[in-house]
């Protein structure tokens, strides 16, 4: 019954594995959709079969509405293929294509559906159960965004987002710390992660056509940084190095663009006041 659930079932939970037989193709597929996905990160080779074994393949052409915003949880999904729109009352919020996933809210919190999603071309969609979601893929879902909810709360760039885009920032973020004195990324170099200060400070150096090496920038919980590379396809324009032991929360360029998307006016129009900051010290 559905009050007998906790909401974070143990790990030794008995459940009756789910085992939908697959070809070697249809599970070579399901890895290839859920390769990107975070929700499916940090799986031990056990859990990562009991999920495959578990899944069903869903053909569904377009203009199908999956899931029904009011309706019970009964499946979460993961797109192969194809294109889907989400809608809240009348109004698109989201949508999704190849890698994603959605209708994990549902089967986490007992709750009706919160959207309603329909197909905008033929999909193939990879369906999930909800006990097998919740023996083995809440627990750590909902950890993460616990772990990151306040932190992300007090970002002050992300403060505009609705709290579910937060969660899904924390689903895709990964946590690392660095040294006193160590690089995080460098002038000149590729970038390819954007990363906000969890604790510590960092220093933002910058190399002018002079050659000489000036301090531009310090940085404190909160801040972010990488973002230049990201948004313009450029080098690193400065060098940020750690100033005492520092954590980042870091994210990586897809995940950048998407989830970032509602925030891409402010990180451009915050960009434009590094020429201010520069030329004061120069
Ligand atoms: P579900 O099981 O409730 C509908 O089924 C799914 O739509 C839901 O899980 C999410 O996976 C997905 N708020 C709630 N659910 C959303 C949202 C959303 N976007 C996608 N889903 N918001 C839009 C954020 C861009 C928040 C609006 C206030």
């Known amino acids: ?115 309603t999603i329909v197909t905008t071309s033929d999909s193939v969609l990879w369906a999930l159960d909800r006990i097998t979601f919740r023996t083995i893929l809440m627990e750590n879902t909902s950890r993460k965004r616990r772990m990151y909810e306040i932190f992300l709360s007090e970002v002050v760039l992300l403060k505009s987002l609705e709290s579910y885009e937060q969660h899904k920032i924390a689903d895709a973020l990964e946590s690392v710390y660095f040294e006193d004195g160590q690089e995080v990324v460098k002038q000149g170099d590729i970038g390819d992660q954007f990363y906000i200060i969890e604790s510590g400070e960092a220093i933002v150096l910058k190399t002018n056509t002079d050659g000489v090496q000036h301090q531009v920038n310090q940085l404190e919980r909160g801040s972010y940084f990488g973002e230049l590379a990201l948004l313009n396809d450029s080098p690193r324009a400065a060098t ?40 004061q010290q120069s």
């Open 240 to 279: 940020v190095v750690a100033h005492g032991r520092l954590k980042c929360a870091t994210l990586g360029k897809k995940a950048f663009t998407r989830l970032l998307g509602p925030v891409l006016d402010i990180l451009k129009r915050n960009s434009e006041n590094y020429h201010a900051i520069i030329n």
């Open 1 to 115: 019954s559905v009050s007998a659930e906790s909401m974070a079932p143990s790990a030794n939970q008995d459940f009756v594995k789910l085992v939908i037989p697959k070809s070697q193709a249809q599970a070579e597929r399901i890895k290839v959709s859920i390769g990107n996905n975070f929700l499916f990160r940090n799986l031990d080779e056990e859990q990562y079969l009991d999920v495959v074994n578990a899944m069903s393949e869903k053909r569904v052409p377009n203009q199908t509405t999956v899931i029904e915003q009011g309706g019970v949880g009964d499946y979460f999904y993961v797109v192969e293929s194809g294109t889907l729109d989400c809608f809240i009352g009348e109004a698109k919020v989201t949508n999704y294509e190849a890698g994603g996933s959605f209708g994990e809210l549902a089967l986490m919190y007992n709750a009706p559906r919160a959207a």
